[in-house]
């Protein structure tokens, strides 16, 4: 609810040589609804908009904090590092200011943990660090962690968020759809369980590959999930797409995706899955 403090006044005056000290960070501003949200509610409140329930882009710690449970997750593969395999100019420099923004090495993290005392294999992407595009690296550790989960039995969990294959390396880029395709394939044929939830943005190779090869495909809402973007299949086909299209809502109503789940609710619905899936095996 908001009261309005200045119902009489219309106008007053603040003396400019006066500095309002306000702490920085301390409000943000909804992309989709323009409401004003208090930091810590916004946190409290899964970084989800109270008003018009926006989805804010959650970083890998963030991610893993909300989901898994408390000093559960073992971290796999932390000395893998990206590279400059083709000489890309000014990759190095892009590389270097991502993981100072960051903290992070790469563009996902991989390792297990537990979910409502469920073990898992899991990956989270990062969209904050180089959109999350797929490079070698994170094709390696997507592909180490699956192959993990097929030796200790365990089920898979993919968080993706990605804008795609990492232009700065080429066709070694692209090499890792095929990659983590045929790790996911082999882990697919021993019968064994893999989640895959897309957040916003799921786009590229990514979803064109490991994406979307879940045995439970789940998304969070308003979540953009395709190949290429809208506007760029606009331009292709010269037609105007429908309102929502390749928003996570339009495809659970098309049949490509099988639930749309909000982020308070989706640690208890991994783990009932998870509790279904064990029972299965039984």
Not at 139 to 163: D, H, M, Q
Not at 242 to 261: C, N, S, T
Request: with cysteine.
């Amino acid at each position: 609810m908001v009261f309005d403090f200045f119902k009489k006044a219309k106008y007053f005056t603040v003396k400019q040589d006066v500095k309002r000290d306000i702490p920085e960070g301390l409000w943000v501003k909804c992309d989709v609804c323009n409401e004003i949200l208090f930091t810590k509610d916004l946190e409290r409140n899964f970084k989800v908009c109270q008003k018009c329930g926006h989805h804010f882009r959650l970083t890998v710690e963030e991610r893993l904090h909300i989901t898994l449970d408390p000093d559960s997750f073992t971290e796999y593969d932390t000395e893998l590092e990206p590279s400059n395999p083709l000489g890309f100019p000014d990759y190095n420099e892009k590389l270097s200011s991502a993981q100072e923004q960051t903290r992070l090495r790469e563009a996902v993290i991989t390792g297990d943990g537990s979910i409502g005392g469920h073990r898992v294999v899991v990956a989270v992407m990062d969209a904050h660090f180089i959109m999350g595009s797929m490079g070698t690296v994170v094709g390696e550790k997507i592909t180490r962690a699956v192959e993990s989960a097929l030796e200790k039995r365990l089920p898979l969990i993919i968080f993706s968020a990605s804008g795609g294959a990492r232009m700065q390396e080429g066709m070694l880029s692209l090499l890792q759809m095929a990659k983590t395709g045929m790790a996911i394939g082999r882990y697919s044929d021993a019968g064994l369980l893999y989640i895959s939830v897309l957040t916003d943005p799921t786009m590229g190779g990514v979803s064109a590959s490991f994406a979307f090869l879940g045995d439970i495909i789940i998304s969070e809402p308003g979540a953009l999930i395709g190949f290429a973007g809208p506007r760029v299949i606009e331009q292709t086909i010269r037609q105007k797409l429908p309102d929502g299209f390749q928003r996570a809502e339009f495809l659970l109503e098309k049949g490509f995706i099988d639930q749309v789940v909000a982020r308070p609710q989706m640690a208890e619905t991994l783990a009932r899955l998870l509790s279904l899936h064990e029972r299965g095996d039984a």
